[in-house]
């Protein structure tokens, strides 16, 4: 059992947590951030799911997601 | 909950100029990572490039120099020659070591100075908007190749680490790449031990890391990380190419 936490307004939005996440556990937000960009954004449907497995983090650019386990 | 992730110590907590999905941030982390695990962030000394990382030093938090464009390898000579006790590291991408500082990297590597140097290959001059470079690909469309690299009219790819590794100063050379998190995590493996290589006094080391410029390449970050993998990383194969 796992969870992250993304810095919304640090995210650039590139997505590449979304898809190295292997439960497709982050989809990127209909809204906009602070920057204009459509951030990543932790789903809220099942997060019980996640696994702590960090992928999603050791791919973000920007270092704005942090990983509980 | 325990945290099993975070920023590393030696990474500023400010936002990056870069791109969306560029793979420069994701060394620069990975660099920070690798200094913080061995404890030596006090003893070391970054030299940043001219090219997009020209202001990494407003990222990492721990002594930082800048040397005119492709002169890192010469600033970090100088300044592992004054202080020996120092780990110096040299931060390049291809336009600043493989086209205008070809000289000085060769020379570097010849004299077998005990430096490491982290070169990002993305294929293109990212800072003045996505010109060719020498290690671009064959066919590939830049602002100065828009009908796609010719090799009759631009020459071939230029492999530097093939290259580099000729030469018998050179100890440690290595190439990864950043575009799924297995790579990544190689990439900080390969970090670690040129650091080591340097700190042990083996000589010379070297990491190319194949980094992706969605801007130029007109991709999105999803897109280029898969160039990496189905085009780059053919042209330029992945794995140790030296370690003696």
Not at chain 1, 20 to 27: A, G, H, S, V, Y
Not at chain 1, 56 to 62: D, G, K, R, S
Not at chain 2, 123 to 130: I, P
Request: contains cysteine; proline residues 6%.
């Amino acid at each position: 059992m796992g969870k992250i936490t993304i810095d919304r307004n640090a995210c650039k939005g590139c997505g590449l947590c979304a898809i190295n996440c292997p439960e497709k556990l982050i989809i990127i937000d209909e809204s906009m951030n602070v920057r204009g960009v459509h951030p990543a954004k932790f789903t809220e449907t099942d997060p019980e799911k996640c696994k702590g497995c960090k992928m999603c983090a050791i791919m973000c650019p920007e270092v704005c997601i942090e990983v509980y386990k | 909950m325990k945290k099993v992730f975070e920023r590393p110590a030696s990474l500023r907590a400010v936002p990056t100029h870069y791109c969306s999905g560029c793979g420069h941030s994701i060394v620069h982390r990975l660099v920070c990572e690798v200094i913080d695990e061995l404890g030596i962030r006090e003893d070391v000394i970054a030299v940043c490039p001219v090219g997009c990382a020209v202001i990494a030093y407003e990222y990492w938090d721990f002594d930082c120099s800048e040397a005119p464009h492709g002169r890192t390898p010469c600033v970090a000579t100088g300044i592992k020659r004054v202080h020996p006790d120092k780990v110096v590291f040299s931060y390049q991408g291809d336009g600043d070591l493989a086209a205008i500082g070809t000289a000085e990297i060769i020379h570097t590597a010849n004299r077998g100075e005990n430096i490491t140097v982290f070169f990002i290959n993305n294929g293109v001059y990212g800072m003045t908007n996505g010109q060719m470079a020498p290690t671009t690909l064959i066919g590939q469309k830049t602002s100065t190749s828009i009908h796609g690299r010719d090799i009759t009219r631009d020459g071939y790819p230029m492999k530097m680490s093939e290259l580099l590794s000729q030469l018998p100063g050179a100890k440690y050379i290595e190439r990864v790449s950043v575009d799924n998190p297995a790579n990544v995590l190689k990439t900080r493996a390969a970090i670690k031990k040129a650091l080591k290589c340097q700190m042990e006094g083996k000589g010379f080391s070297l990491v190319e890391i194949l980094s992706p410029c969605p801007t130029y390449w007109g991709l999105s970050p999803k897109d280029a990380c898969r160039r990496i993998e189905d085009e780059m990383s053919k042209a330029f194969p992945l794995g140790v190419i030296k370690d003696a």
